[in-house]
């Protein structure tokens, strides 16, 4: 069984970590040659996007695809590259599974969002995942390919959590009063998406996050006292202090619901709230 990835990143990495046991090999599509090279020297087979050729090659027995690779104003890179390698390979993978994000949903106030929820996005990224979604899901009638796609909030795991930022000095504990978000632990996102490729279901979506929404700071205060520090000091939200990209994330406020990927996946969270998943993080060394 052969996974191919396009953009591999954290949370690729983390799925092909768990198939591999189950005898499965991966091959990641890389930018260019150099980027190939790269990931090769990492100990990661892979195959360069611009090398149709070795591109329509890895293509031909490949049993999964997963695209993680964000969207640009061209729309879906991995889409542009994937698709027309795949018609010539000939190829009919029984799993594609693409990565969106919650930031679909837009501002909800701290409302629930769910699969069916409108898709008002109010960012230029978020408006792009929702390009990228109905192009993909476009592609899967087009060629009779089973795609699904993933929204996920944020991520955290090892070397990637609370903790880091507060050795580092750059946790914050700014407070935006009703401020909620969603979030989960990358080995939970693999966990379902490892479920999904069990039981692959066309054109479906799913919500992927954990069991407790809550708001950003209460993340960081946890995080303190599990490693015995004291928190940051809480400051009122600033607008004017943050990047663009604190900015995004503070524009928007929403508890997301994972009872889809419970009820048709079979998948429970191993960490159903940030508790269990930074305990789990800093007593593996994290």
Not at 170 to 190: C, E, L, W, Y
Request: hydrophobic share 40%.
């Amino acid at each position: 069984m052969k996974l191919l990835t396009f953009g591999h990143g954290y949370t690729a990495r983390a799925l092909a970590t768990r198939l591999s046991p189950s005898g499965w090999t991966t091959t990641a599509v890389a930018r260019d040659a150099g980027k190939a090279a790269d990931l090769r020297a990492l100990g990661v087979e892979a195959v360069a996007g611009d090398d149709r050729p070795a591109l329509v090659a890895a293509l031909k027995g490949v049993s999964a695809i997963l695209i993680s690779a964000p969207p640009t104003a061209e729309g879906c890179p991995g889409l542009n590259t994937l698709v027309p390698a795949l018609a010539e390979a000939n190829a009919f993978p029984d799993w594609i599974g693409y990565l969106s994000t919650t930031g679909v949903y837009g501002d909800l106030g701290g409302g629930w969002a769910f699969e069916t929820s409108p898709l008002p996005a109010s960012s230029p990224e978020g408006a792009r995942r929702v390009a990228a979604e109905r192009d993909w899901m476009q592609v899967g009638r087009g060629m009779g390919l089973t795609v699904q796609a993933f929204r996920l909030p944020g991520i955290y795991g090892p070397r990637r959590s609370a903790f880091d930022r507060l050795r580092d000095g750059t946790a914050r504990r700014m407070v935006k009063p009703g401020q909620v978000f969603s979030r989960i632990h990358v080995d939970d996102i693999a966990a379902a998406l490892a479920a999904s490729i069990e039981r692959p279901r066309a054109g479906r979506r799913y919500n992927l996050c954990d069991d407790e929404p809550c708001p950003p700071q209460d993340v960081v205060t946890h995080a303190a006292k599990l490693l015995g520090v004291e928190p940051p000091p809480e400051t009122l939200f600033d607008p004017e202090k943050l990047p663009p990209a604190a900015l995004r994330f503070y524009a928007e406020s929403k508890r997301v619901s994972n009872a889809r990927a419970k009820a048709e996946l079979g998948w429970l969270p191993q960490f159903p709230t940030y508790r269990e998943g930074l305990a789990a993080i800093l007593k593996a060394g994290g």
